[in-house]
């Protein structure tokens, strides 16, 4: 798992930089129309809701946005691959973000759990005035706030892709850790020579540099000096 090829690697941490992106901007999407559609609705008037839906949810939320900042640092250290600071920050992001995404599809799933096993009776907290426990598919009418005819199919239909999209921003951070720790010669992966490949690569680009700057400066003193200036 160590490995990383210099040469088709840049190319392949850019992907996956750019799908924990799209991951991400559609995971926060999903926790906004979950809040916005559900859990805004079903916790008035009397405030009855589970902390399990409201941590899963803000988890979801989070968790889509620090996987959109991983994404970006990983596509940033694809394009400068010598940079130190960019590599622990990669180090960081991901570590933090597969801990957050792998928190949040745990939590979708309680969640996800929750509902089937009640029938949804915990979507209807705060709006049953009968004497009857009404769950989210009863036949029997309820006075709620909301439009109760699709509120169970439609969370389910929002955590379940949620809960996936979750996994897998927990996975591509997971290996964006790994090709932090290539990079930086990290154990496990401290046998892997890429660290000093790329020590080697960018004092021969700040020798390269020195170079150049050196001869251009030369060729100005060359110019000012000429009896032809």
Request: aromatic share 6%.
């Amino acid at each position: 798992m160590c490995t990383f090829d210099m040469d088709k690697g840049p190319r392949r941490l850019m992907k996956k930089g750019l799908t924990l992106i799209l991951v991400g901007h559609i995971n926060f999407i999903l926790g906004a129309i979950v809040h916005g559609n559900v859990l805004r609705h079903i916790s008035k008037p009397s405030h009855h809701i589970t902390t399990e839906y409201t941590a899963a949810n803000i988890i979801s939320v989070t968790s889509g946005l620090l996987s959109i900042t991983t994404g970006i640092i990983a596509i940033v250290v694809s394009r400068n691959l010598p940079v130190v600071k960019l590599q622990i920050s990669l180090l960081i992001v991901s570590f933090l973000n597969a801990l957050l995404s792998a928190a949040c599809c745990v939590g979708v799933l309680l969640a996800i759990s929750i509902t089937v096993a009640l029938d949804g009776r915990v979507l209807m907290q705060g709006c049953n005035d009968t004497e009857v426990p009404i769950n989210a598919r009863s036949p029997i009418s309820a006075q709620c706030p909301f439009d109760t005819t699709r509120i169970y199919d439609t969370t389910l239909a929002l955590w379940i892709p949620s809960a996936v999209f979750a996994a897998m921003e927990a996975g591509l951070s997971v290996w964006c850790f790994i090709v932090g720790l290539t990079l930086r010669g990290l154990a496990p992966c401290s046998n892997s020579y890429i660290k000093e490949q790329l020590e080697e690569e960018g004092l021969t680009n700040r020798n390269t540099a020195g170079a150049e700057f050196s001869t251009q400066g030369q060729s100005l003193i060359g110019q000012r000096f000429s009896p032809e200036a």
